[in-house]
């Protein structure tokens, strides 16, 4: 499958977007905020970026608006709930003697467009309530479901799996 | 502030045996990845949120490792999973449910 | 500094869990179960990793667990693709 085809040229927002991701890990690691320490981490960034500019078609998915943030925060506040309901709900099937399991693999439709969208929205099914993101092919994302009720069909499955995280992602990814 | 970093620490240590656990108990390798990475991605959630507390001067590197290990351990564990469907592992069936068929259509997205 | 009862249980419940991951990852059966073993494993092993950096007080830890987590994650998913690619 092509990853990358269905990204568009990333624009130089991209690129400062970039630079400044990377900035601001240098940052954490160095654990200051000295001048010396912030000149390093910009001027990373910048060769970084330069260096890998061709090659972050990835990063045109990222959605440059004021209020991206706003989305980021509160699809990470679902995706913390989510995580901890997934936990409690694997913790009482491990613990239950008779290990209640109805697996079945079902398709979940996606309307986000960008690899980066995909991929994010990928991980937040692997790490919600019984449910692991297998494949992705095209707009369908594989999820294999521990818990499906039979006769499940694309809609419903998209509608319990990942509606709730794809409205979240929408607003800061396309 | 000690006894509630220590309880955050306890809970994580205790969410990442209950992920080693599920990896011994469940039947087949689908349900293990689940339990697996499930557990243990908050195991290290809560754990690093603990040790934060213990030491609050550390948390930028520890905000590092927190993000990595959310962001890769989904990927991995999905690298994984793909991995084995494309082999052509096929999930494991609970046998004899109460009522039905286990479940209709259990290999519709198959190439 | 000393760890309390609280964190030595916790160390204890680490230990575990490393030790029941192995027990997996020895008793396979198949390859993938190995693998997905590994990948537990050394997200539990990251964990005891910054947990030693609790212990001993030493920030150096953690930049041990997070390199250790890097190298991991590269590997699993190499292995990973191995198997992949391995199919008939």
């Not at chain 3, 396979?28 to 590994?38: C, L, S």
């Not at chain 3, 890097?70 to 191995?82: E, Q």
Request: aromatic share 6%; charged share 15%.
């Amino acid at each position: 499958m092509n990853h990358t085809s269905a990204d568009p040229r990333p624009s130089v927002g991209h690129y400062l977007f970039s630079v400044l991701v990377l900035a601001l890990l240098w940052l954490l690691l160095a654990g200051s905020l000295k001048a010396a320490e912030l000149t390093a981490a910009f001027a990373v960034g910048a060769v970084v970026t330069a260096m890998t500019g061709s090659r972050l078609a990835v990063l045109a998915g990222v959605r440059l608006s004021p209020l991206a943030p706003l989305h980021l925060l509160r699809y990470l506040a679902v995706f913390l709930f989510a995580l901890v309901r997934a936990n409690l709900d694997m913790a009482r099937r491990v613990l239950s003697p008779s290990l209640p399991l109805r697996p079945a693999v079902v398709e979940v439709e996606t309307r986000l467009r960008s690899s980066l969208g995909r991929m994010l929205l990928a991980n937040s099914i692997t790490l919600t309530p019984g449910t692991l993101a297998v494949d992705v092919r095209g707009d369908r994302i594989l999820v294999h479901w521990v818990d499906c009720a039979p006769g499940t069909d694309l809609d419903q499955a998209t509608r319990a799996i990942s509606h709730a995280f794809e409205r979240h992602i929408r607003g800061f990814l396309k | 502030m000690r006894l509630i970093a220590d309880l955050f620490l306890l809970i994580g240590s205790a969410f990442a045996f209950l992920g080693a656990l599920g990896l011994l108990r469940m039947p087949d390798v689908y349900n293990r990845i689940q339990a697996g990475t499930k557990a243990v991605t908050l195991g290290a959630l809560a754990f690093l949120i603990g040790a934060a507390l213990l030491f609050p001067q550390w948390w930028a590197k520890l905000l590092c490792i927190l993000g990595f290990i959310l962001f890769t351990s989904p990927v991995s564990s999905s690298t994984i999973a793909r991995a084995i469907y494309l082999s052509g592992v096929k999930p494991w069936q609970a046998r004899a449910p109460e009522s039905g068929p286990v479940s209709a259509e259990p290999t519709e997205g198959r190439p | 500094m000393t760890p309390n009862l609280l964190e030595t249980l916790a160390a204890i419940l680490l230990g575990a869990a490393l030790l029941i991951a192995l027990v997996r990852f020895v008793l396979g059966p198949t390859a993938p179960d190995r693998v997905v073993a590994a990948d537990t494993l050394t997200v539990i092993t990251t964990i005891a990793i910054a947990g030693l950096a609790l212990v001993l007080a030493s920030p150096v830890y953690l930049d041990v667990a997070l390199v250790f987590g890097v190298l991991a994650f590269v590997g699993v998913v190499a292995i990973a693709r191995a198997i992949e690619g391995g199919r008939s």
